[in-house]
């Protein structure tokens, strides 16, 4: 199988270029796009740089552009991908070396947030409960891997990546909004009413059409925005 | 910018204006068929009636918002060096007034 994928490394070359490489995928058993790249990174060329760590869809750190579409490297079946796989780092972010992107403005938004648990409340002695349907509530945010497939791929971010929180932080933001054991939430909301923090999201889809988790940033953005009108409305 | 509530404003503004619009439009479409062939007497006697002249004045008003909003969305996107940027806003926002100055007059011109 042919693989064409994004080198660049600063120190030495002028600009980026698209390298190609042959893989037998049958004959090394790979499944996933992450195998086949390893199989180059270890048998063909050991200067190919990417992340990758858990290799099953846990810890985020493959995040990338495969055949125009972000996602993980770990869970995309080579079954599913078109020949040439073109492979690109996350798009929009500072590329530090081949499939390596600097991530530091996504976990700046991601830090805006104040991604913990507030509660103001006096101390319980035991732990503070919270009921099946509060739980509930949390479904489809708690599983975020921070993997930045969604928020790479927002144009919205493109354009403001320094104002505008992108769809992974504001998912975040919703999971602790919406949290009955955070008391905070209306100053989490009163954080978020400016122009750009929430509101320059123009409702593309773009983050749910990737998430590599299934998960909806639009639908949590909406439900941020209900939640900051019933604040001025009650 | 932080703290204050520009976006939740303009995403009201969106909005609300957006809703006005759709019930002018659908108003002003259902009449053009309702009494079609329409000629100019009765086009004019429409614009005429005062309530209608409020309703076309508070949908143009409601338009150009709309438009406002959407133009300094795309001027905070697309434009970065500051001046174009400053200029762009400044000429769409006079390009605005003046529409509405305009439509004004001829509102109450009818
Ligand atoms: S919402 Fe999905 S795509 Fe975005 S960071 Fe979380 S897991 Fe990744
Ligand atoms: S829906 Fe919003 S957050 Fe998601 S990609 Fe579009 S603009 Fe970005
Ligand atoms: S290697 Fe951990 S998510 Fe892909």
Known sequence: MRFSIYRYNPEIDKKPYMQDYDVDIVANSCNMVLDALLVIKNTIDETLTLRRSCREGVCGSDGMNINGKNGLGCITQLSTVKEPVIIRPLPGQPVIRDLVVDLT???????????????KDPL?????????EDRAKLDGLYECILCACCTSSCPSFWWNPEKFVGPAGLLQAYRFIVD???????????DLTDAFSVFRCRGIMNCVDVCPKGLNPTAAIDKIKQEMLKEIVK | MVNSMAGLRDFLIQRVSAVLLVIYTVFLVSYLVWHAPID???WHGLFAYVPMKIATLLCLAALLLHAWVGMWTIATDYLKAFWVRFLFEIAVFLTLIA????????????
Not at chain 2, 99 to 110: E, R, S
């Open chain 2, 40 to 42: 100019y007497m009765a």
């Open chain 1, 124 to 132: 319980p002695s035991t732990e503070r409960l919270q009921s099946p």
């Open chain 1, 180 to 190: 009955s054991r955070d008391t905070e939430k209306q100053a989490r909301l009163n």
């Open chain 2, 99 to 110: 529409c509405f100055f305009y439509g004004l007059l001829i509102v109450w011109g009818v």
């Open chain 1, 105 to 119: 403005q996504f976990y700046k938004q991601y830090e805006k947030i104040q991604p913990y648990l507030q509660n």
